[in-house]
């Protein structure tokens, strides 16, 4: 029955990371597709560029609050195991939507849950490192990379639990693969500041 359990916690993660914020924000208030404008990506940084800090800001929140839910629904389910599975499978939800034919967001947004899943003190941590290199990049992805780095690194320093520490080394490293394209533009020079 633990099984099942644990499956409907990856079901429930992935069907609620699949809502979209960015995609309905642009949609219904705003009657455009996020997709078609700025980076073309369906996050909080493009929903920002493209409509506002305010409208950035609601999508942060939307996407944070859905990984959140997810987590804790799957605790629910399976404890620690269903928690870490709820919010893994968030994160696949959001990156690859099944309602908005799998082009989503770039997990930052609801990876930062993640942070704050395992500790508040990461999480304050991740906040510092996300301004600090505001301040010093200007660039959004440096910002979301130097974060997801921190993420995976920095977790085993408050806990020992390795199903948060696996949830933390997917996290960051799914948060770099979505950022393969920032990447190669920041090697040419082409990525354009905030």
């Known amino acids: 029955m633990t099984a099942v359990y644990y499956a409907l916690s990856c ?14 924000i642009s949609r219904h208030v705003f009657h455009q597709d996020v997709r078609q404008s700025g980076s073309g990506n369906a996050g909080a940084t493009n929903v ?13 929140l939307g996407d944070f609050a859905k990984t959140l839910l997810a987590a804790w629904l799957g605790s629910l389910l399976g404890g620690v ?3 870490c599975l709820g919010a893994a499978f968030a994160l696949i939800g ?6 908005f034919k799998f ?21 304050v941590i991740l906040v510092a490192v996300f301004a600090l290199m505001a301040l010093l990049s200007k660039r959004a992805s440096v910002c979301s990379m130097a974060c997801a780095v921190v993420l995976a690194a920095g977790t085993p320093l408050f806990t ?7 949830l933390a080394v ?7 693969v979505m950022h393969r394209a920032n990447i190669r533009r920041l090697l040419r020079g082409e990525e354009p500041p905030f």
């Open 170 to 176: 997917f996290t960051g490293l799914l948060v770099l």
């Open 81 to 83: 195991i269903g928690s």
């Open 103 to 123: 082009k989503g967001g770039k997990a930052v947004s609801a990876g930062a849950a993640v942070g704050l899943m395992i500790d508040w003190r990461l999480f």
């Open 11 to 24: 079901v429930l993660g992935y069907l609620l990371g699949s809502i979209s914020i960015s995609i309905l």
């Open 48 to 60: 920002a560029r493209v409509f506002g800090l305010g409208a950035g800001v609601l999508t942060f």
């Open 160 to 166: 020992k639990e390795p199903m948060l520490i696996a």
């Open 94 to 99: 959001h990156c690859f939507p099944v309602y």
